[in-house]
Structures are given as structure tokens and as C-alpha cells.
């Protein structure tokens, strides 16, 4: 039996409010690759372990003393612990009704301590998350004088607030509401942010601050469900490896998740042709140190921008770079066992009339190049017309095996595997 489940979060999160040592963990995911994460998930703390998996998102129960391990997992952006899973009975016509469903569950349902605690412990966030009103009161007067203070360069503040464990043991938590809704309701997010916002505030005496908070409160609506979780990390996780970006710099959590998908084994040469500023190869020789990563680009700056990537980021890996151009490359027939690759969109640069040419010269050298019985292609495209006519045209070099509809930065791209 498949134990990870396409809903009942009210259920998972009831198992882990019966056990103070048990927590509820959400993560998020590039949207298409939820499996992907779900099996690293399995991998990395408990093949048996119950997940619940959504659009963007996996949920999933575990005992503290494994939270070291969800940090350690590629495929995920973000993490955060659950507070609290509700079930509210919305009347869907009269707004000010619905939204004091909202006051009410903050007043008497929603208990955020035991997921406090663990969010203090695991950002070491140093400052107060209990403080006393007038405690509260004189921050209060402070932080209005400073915020006046730094109002001329607001525009230099981080949106993503400030790192928590910054803080200072007198500083009283400073934390921002936010909301995100799927279904019809009578309401806006906004109006969900500024209500539970405010009873928060009445609740435990927090600073509001939607700039340089140390905190992040996450609701999220579904239909009638509202799930309430802190955010542990204080940036994304796919802000890694890259230093150097180029145009179309792909996030490192996709990156991962791309090369899991090819299933790499130990000893296995895997190319990336058009590596851009090197973000796969580099993921690859960080996640997968026993195989060998070779890479290369027609553009100048583009292999100039890996080198520079690689050194810094993993200058020990097995990764080799070089210039060169996908119609001839100067590899050895049937000499590869693994191709991944993000080929140009041609939206955000290039041009779609290009890559008709290009993804047809590339399929041709691709197959020459990946041993016929074992070699395995994973390719990211959002131009899906340019990719099929180049596939008709290569002939039956390559089978189809799977096709994944992913979100690549809004756009609706496609991550076809080969065999």
C-alpha cells in the first residue's frame, strides 16, 4: 500500500498533536515535482513515513531529532512548521461573519507554542517570543522610532525579513501574517492577514513588521481548511551554488530534482551541453559525488560564468567544463550515460524560430553519443512545438518514456525523460 496520501491534512496533524516529541513538517516544492521530493523524503528519514502530498507542497510527521535531516534534503525550497490544521465552516456570502471565524480560531483553537518552541530552537532565534505587555510596550516605542529612522531606505530592505538568529536576547519578536487561498470565498487574503495579524498581536504581544520581521506566519485556505504554519527558512533553499547568474539561471531545488529524475549511478558520465552558468553540473557534483559531471556552452560568457560558479561553489567535484557547440560535439559515440539539460525556452532570450534547428542538431548528437541500451536523457523545454517537429525529424533515436508539466518561474514547461 502507498502510504502517501493526496489529502487528509487534519488527520496527519491530529497523530502529531498527541506526541510533544512528534511534529507536523510542510515543505514546498517546485510545482510538477512534488513526487520527486516525496521520494527523497522516504529516502532520507523513513521509507514507510505517511506524506501528504499537494500542488507545491509534501506534509509529512516526524519525531524532532530528525529535523537535521529535512534540512539536508535538494529537492525542497522551503520549510516550515505546522501550528495548526483547522477546519472552518465558512458561509461563503457574509464576509465580517466568515472573517470572525478567523478572530475565534486564533482566540481558542489555534495553539502555536509547541511549534514556537521548536522554531526558536531550530532558527536560534535569541530574542523574546513571550513577552510580558510591558515589555511589548516599550519595544513597541522603540521600533516606531526606528522605523522612522530607516523609512528613506525602504526600499533596500530584504523582503524576506531579517535573519532570526540575528536577534538580540532583549528583542521582542517582530513577525509578518500572510495568506494564501484556493476556492471561492467572501473574502481576500489580505483581509485574512490583517484579522489574524492583529489577534496574534493581542494574543502574544508581537511587533508587527512586513519588511524586517523575524517570523513569518503562513495561513493557507483551502476551501475549508486552513493550515498554519512557520517558516523556518529564512531564504529558500534553491538559493545555493550560484554566485555568477546569467539570464536564465535555473534554481538549484530544479536542478536536483532533474537529475534525480535521470537516476544516476555510481561511475555514471553525466553531460549537461548547455549548462548556461552551471547550476546542474554543479548540483550534480555536490549530490552526487561518486558520478562525473561533463559540461560545456557555445557562449564565452556562459563557460566563463560556470568556471567561476564551480570554483567557488564546489571546486573539489568531478566536473569537468569546456566550450563547445551542441551541433558537433566532441565526444566519443555511444560514450554517455546520462544527459541533463534545460534547453532554451526561447522566451526569456533567444528565439523560438532558433530552436528548431538547434533541438534537432542536438538530438542528433545526443543520440551518437548516449550508450544505446542503458543511456537515459532528461530534457526541460517550455517550447514544446519546436521539441516535437525536432523529435519527428531525429527519427526513432530516442523513446519517450515520461513527461512531466512543470513550473519553471511561471511558465509552463515540460521535463520529458528518454530512453
Known amino acids: 500500500m502507498d502510504n502517501t496520501e493526496d489529502s487528509n491534512l487534519y488527520d496527519l496533524f491530529q497523530e502529531s498533536s498527541t506526541n510533544d516529541d512528534l511534529f507536523m513538517i510542510g515543505t514546498s516544492v517546485d510545482t510538477g515535482f512534488e513526487w520527486q521530493a516525496v521520494d527523497e523524503c522516504k529516502e532520507k ?16 510527521n516526524l519525531h524532532w531529532d530528525q529535523f537535521a535531516k529535512v534540512q ?6 522551503n520549510i516550515f512548521i505546522v501550528g495548526s490544521v483547522l477546519k472552518l465552516s465558512f458561509c461563503g456570502t457574509d464576509k465580517e461573519n466568515d472573517l470572525k471565524l478567523f478572530e475565534h480560531a486564533v482566540q481558542n483553537n489555534i495553539k502555536l507554542e509547541k511549534a514556537l518552541n521548536a522554531w526558536k530552537c531550530v532558527t536560534n532565534f535569541l530574542g523574546k517570543i513571550y513577552p510580558t505587555f510591558s515589555e511589548y510596550e516599550e519595544a513597541a516605542k522603540n521600533h516606531k522610532i526606528s522605523k522612522n529612522i530607516v523609512e528613506f531606505s525602504a526600499s533596500k530592505i530584504r523582503k524576506r525579513g531579517q535573519n532570526p538568529a540575528n536577534a538580540k536576547e532583549n528583542d521582542v519578536l517582530k513577525y509578518r501574517v500572510t495568506c494564501e487561498r484556493t476556492g471561492e470565498h467572501s473574502f481576500e487574503s489580505s483581509d485574512v492577514a490583517r484579522v489574524i495579524g492583529g489577534e496574534l498581536q493581542d494574543k502574544y504581544h508581537w511587533l508587527v513588521d512586513l519588511s524586517m520581521y523575524h517570523l513569518e506566519v503562513l495561513c493557507k485556505i483551502v476551501q475549508n481548511e486552513m493550515i498554519t504554519q512557520l517558516r523556518v527558512t529564512h531564504e529558500s533553499k534553491h538559493h545555493r551554488n550560484i554566485i555568477y547568474f546569467g539570464p536564465t539561471t535555473l534554481r538549484a531545488t530544479i536542478c536536483y530534482n532533474l537529475l534525480r529524475l535521470a537516476h544516476p549511478n555510481p561511475g555514471d558520465i553525466i553531460i549537461d551541453p548547455m549548462c548556461g552558468g552551471g547550476s546542474i553540473p554543479i548540483e550534480g557534483g555536490l549530490a552526487y559525488q561518486n558520478s562525473y559531471m561533463l559540461c560545456g556552452d557555445n557562449h564565452t560568457k556562459a563557460v566563463l560564468r560556470s568556471q567561476s560558479n564551480i570554483n567557488i561553489s564546489c571546486p573539489n567535484s568531478k566536473i569537468d567544463l569546456t566550450q563547445w557547440s551542441v551541433s558537433h560535439l566532441p565526444l566519443l559515440d555511444s560514450s554517455i550515460d546520462v544527459v541533463v539539460t534545460d534547453m532554451p525556452f526561447g522566451k526569456r532570450s533567444g528565439k523560438m524560430s532558433d530552436n528548431r534547428i538547434l533541438y534537432r542538431e542536438l538530438l542528433l548528437q545526443l543520440g551518437r553519443i548516449v550508450k544505446s541500451t542503458t543511456g537515459r536523457l532528461v530534457l526541460l523545454t517550455y517550447d514544446r512545438r519546436s521539441f516535437n517537429i525536432a523529435l519527428n525529424m531525429a527519427g526513432d533515436l530516442f523513446k519517450v518514456t515520461k513527461m512531466l508539466g512543470v513550473n ?6 515540460a521535463v520529458l525523460m528518454f530512453l
Request: overall charge positive; aromatic content about 8%; hydrophobic content about 40%.
Open 45 to 60: 528519514l523513513n521509507k514507510n513515513i505517511r506524506v501528504v502530498k499537494k500542488r507545491g507542497k509534501i506534509y509529512f
Open 72 to 77: 539536508e534534503m535538494r529537492s525542497i525550497d
Open 408 to 413: 519553471i518561474g511561471g511558465l509552463p514547461a
